[in-house]
């Protein structure tokens, strides 16, 4: 019997062979898709899953609640991590964390490394293997050393590094270290990426700050005790924060700060490991969300289910064609349940090809896929035995729901309804009309969001950020010299040529660059009775000219003038926050026994990623602080022949040095990376999408025109025109797409609104963005009909009339 179901199915199969091919085409496009993008899901997902300690292993956050509201900080002073281990209870490890890059240099060879400063607790903590050396004194001495696998064979080839001494820039000092032991790289799905591990204490900052309570610049990341939960540790740290931040918490009360539920203006919060990749601090409270990883998945859905409508509707749509078929074995005793599983495995054999036909394109597309949406994701993520087994499971499962309804509905037939060939006593397609207005409206909800997401990177991408970024070259100084002696001889070297109109330098970038770096620095004081918080900015001379920054008032900083090295440049939101009538009257603490002056106010700019509000900003002069980034204008022709000079003059300054420079207009863009990837994968989408939708409605114009062929010849012969034919056989489809434009464009607005709040800087949601996806929709479906309904309308009515 088994043997006989395969035989009828195949045999019908290609019987119908256009539909089957249409349906195995839209499913295997669906699968294929599907599979590439659950599996960059899943890779996304899996991010720290690898520590062996991740269910105790937490980053510290910190609370304040401030007169303007809340806000969350990752950064701790120096003395925290110490104090908090020896007075909190239930932790079982400890490690301060900050990451920088540190020149190396071992022989000849000069590298600059993503380095980190820990605690000896950190290898102990996180499942980074030691491969060679003792992983139980890894660290314990601090000039000691742990290189990953990569950066070892970088330095040393094939030789063993243990015991070996390199020398790793430090303040542009080179202090020697050794060679303690060789850690496994790190796995792709690791928050945590370092070429070379040093001891917290050797971090640049670690002197000046080791004492000091309002000096916050690192991260800290605690493991618990196995029966400590992080609200009892939270409970705990109560007392701890009362202590160590009262004159902290006096000021907030002083300036009107409201307590939290529990009464506490200041609170350490944990967060754990495995929510780092997907965690946000902007809205002043701890956001864990999982939001872009749900939306790939969720496209992958709705591209799933478009095609699984179609192949419900052209399966009821083809069973008027079966109707005598199941009434003649329904008349020789075919029982419901042998027809069940007769329709549902011609279904289950569709659903199998069109499984394996999907795998095969997404392993042709991987490479592609990765490119285009900047995945790092493999196929080694899906080949878990679970999932396997659960990617059987839902094949089945949803084999058994889409091809089992018409199975089900075909096989309830009576034997009556089957030979009179009435498949639906009352003629509606109430389910297929519902199914077809339920695909355009995931394709128009789509198409929209496109058009919403490109019009916002558009609006970011052409916004005036108030400075130059198409002239300005960024340039991470990562040479072995000093970055002030480094700025000087660029300028040296550049002087003179026409082309190159200023060069100056910052210790952050605008935009993300080559490098990837993006950091902020903030600092806090006392002014006037109320507490203060600015960005601050450490500057060479020329900083405002090199990125054509507007000046409101006052001046820029003058290397005439020796007294500029303690004044200050602020912004208007920095001057809103001091609230003076006039700022260039205002006088910045220092410390105790230092004021800077403020000599300029700037008009705002952009100096922090466009999506936030500008926030205050304070500019200034400090020798002791190092700068990170050359800033160089170049004229606006022959820039090209600039960038390649500039590139020529770094490598001949620091010819060890990798020259990672980009025009700041690049940088921005990179700002948007995360924007530009959704945007892409939607674009994608509601292609894909749309052409799934289009294929069942040609599907569907076709069953439908073959049953009506004896309908169309008879109105041709009674005078009816090709128009009013085309008119008759497309208007219930068209119909259809409105009615789906009106329940899709509410919800895609909402959708659109919401997320677009992500953002203080945002483009107008306009109607046309809807407008134009409900019109592409329904153009593409007038042409998709009509490409069917015309040749049928065109057709010889003697010959339509014959067929009977």
């Known amino acids: 019997m088994f043997k006989n179901y395969i035989k009828v199915a195949l045999r019908n199969l290609w019987k119908n062979r256009l539909f089957t091919i ?39 956050n910190i609370t304040w609640q401030t007169p303007k509201g809340t806000e969350v900080g990752t950064s701790q002073p ?20 900050l990451e920088e890059e540190a020149v190396t240099i071992y022989g000849e ?31 314990a001495d601090i000039s000691s050393v742990v290189l990953t696998k990569r950066t070892a064979n970088k330095l040393f080839g094939e030789e063993s590094p243990i015991g070996k001494t390199i020398t790793v820039l430090i303040n542009g000092q080179k202090e020697p270290f050794t060679v303690k032991a060789v850690s ?28 000091l309570w309002n000096a916050q610049y690192h991260q800290v990341f605690v493991q618990l005790e196995d029966q400590v939960s992080p609200q009892i540790f939270e409970a705990n740290s109560r007392s701890f924060t009362n202590l160590h931040y009262e004159g902290a918490i006096e000021s907030l009360k002083r300036d009107g700060a409201l307590p939290n539920q529990n009464g506490d203006f200041l609170q350490l919060g944990l967060l754990p490991i495995t929510e780092m990749r997907f965690v946000s601090y902007d809205k002043g409270i701890v956001e864990v969300s999982r939001a872009n990883i749900y939306l790939v998945l969720g496209v992958a859905i709705l591209i799933l289910f478009i095609a699984c409508v179609n192949f419900v509707n052209m399966s009821i749509a083809k069973s008027s064609q079966r109707l005598r078929e199941i009434g003649m074995r329904k008349t020789l005793g075919a029982e419901k349940k042998q027809l069940f599983f007769q329709f549902w495995g011609e279904s289950l054999i569709v659903f199998i090809i069109s499984f394996a036909l999907g795998i095969l394109l997404s392993l042709l597309l991987k490479d592609s896929f990765q490119s285009l949406f900047r995945s790092s994701a493999t196929f080694d993520v899906l080949l878990s035995p679970s999932l396997l087994i659960s990617a059987l499971l839902f094949l089945l499962l949803i084999s058994l729901l889409v091809g089992g309804y018409p199975a089900l509905l075909l096989s309830k037939l009576t034997t009556i309804q089957s030979l009179k060939g009435k498949l639906d006593s009352s003629g509606k397609n109430h389910l297929r009309d519902a199914l077809i207005v339920l695909q355009f409206g995931i394709a128009i909800l789509l198409i929209s969001s496109t058009f919403v997401l490109n019009g916002q990177i558009d609006f970011m991408r052409n916004k005036d950020l108030g400075y130059n970024k198409e002239q300005v070259i960024s340039i991470p100084l990562n040479g072995k010299k000093n970055s002030y002696d480094l700025v000087k001889l660029l300028r040296e070297e550049l002087a003179g040529n026409p082309n190159i109109l200023a060069v100056s330098a910052a210790d952050n970038n605008l935009g993300r660059g080559k490098d990837g770096g993006l950091s902020t620095s903030v600092w806090g004081f006392d002014y006037k009775d109320k507490s203060v918080r600015t960005n601050v900015l450490v500057v060479d001379y020329d900083y405002i000219k090199t990125l054509g920054l507007k000046l409101k008032e006052g001046r820029s900083f003058d290397i005439n003038r020796e007294t500029d090295t303690q004044a200050v440049i602020i912004n208007e939101s920095m001057a809103k926050e001091l609230g003076e009538g006039n700022p260039l009257l205002a006088r910045i603490p220092a410390s105790d026994s230092l004021d800077f002056a403020v000599i300029g106010v700037l008009k705002d700019y952009n100096f922090q990623d466009i999506s936030k509000d ?8 400090d020798r002791d602080q190092g700068l990170t980034y050359a800033y160089i204008k170049v ?14 003059t770094f490598k001949k300054i620091e010819p060890n040095a990798e020259f990672l420079g980009s025009f700041l207009d690049e940088n921005v863009d990179r700002t948007f990376r995360r924007e530009k990837t959704m945007a892409a994968l939607i674009t994608t989408g509601s292609v894909i999408a749309i052409l799934l939708s289009c294929v069942g409605l040609f599907a569907m114009a076709m069953l439908i025109t073959n049953q009506r062929t004896k309908e169309i010849g008879i109105r041709k012969v009674i005078g009816a025109s090709v128009v009013s034919v085309t008119y008759l056989l497309t208007k219930d489809f068209l119909k259809l797409v409105l009615i789906a434009f009106v329940i899709a464009a509410p919800i895609a607005w909402w959708f659109a609104n919401d997320w677009l709040q992500n953002y203080a800087n945002r483009v107008d949601l306009s109607w046309h963005f809807f407008a134009i996806a409900g019109a592409l929709s329904l153009a593409i479906a007038i042409l998709t009909i009509s490409t069917r309904t015309i040749q049928s309308a065109l057709a010889n009515p003697v010959k339509s009339l014959r067929t009977e």
């Open 22 to 60: 249409i349906g195995v085409l839209g499913l295997s496009v669906a699968f294929g898709v599907a599979t590439l993008l659950t599996m960059d899901s899943l890779h996304e997902l899996s991010y720290d899953n690898f520590h062996e300690n991740k269910a105790q292993l937490y980053q510290v």
């Open 78 to 97: 120096t003395p925290f991590a110490e104090a908090l281990n020896s007075e909190v209870a239930g932790i079982d490890k400890i490690t301060r964390f």
């Open 109 to 139: 060879k000069e590298l600059g490394l993503d380095a980190i400063y820990v605690d000896p607790d950190f290898f102990e903590m996180f499942s980074f293997p030691i491969l060679e050396g003792d992983k139980s004194s890894t660290l």
């Open 184 to 211: 496994e790289d790190e796995p792709e799905q690791s928050s945590i990426n370092f070429d070379i591990a040093l001891h917290f204490e050797k971090n640049p900052e670690y002197e000046q700050t080791k004492e």
């Open 614 to 621: 500008i926030a205050p900003l304070t500019l200034l002069l």
């Open 635 to 648: 004229a606006s022709s022959n820039m090209a022949s600039s960038f390649s000079l500039i590139e020529n």
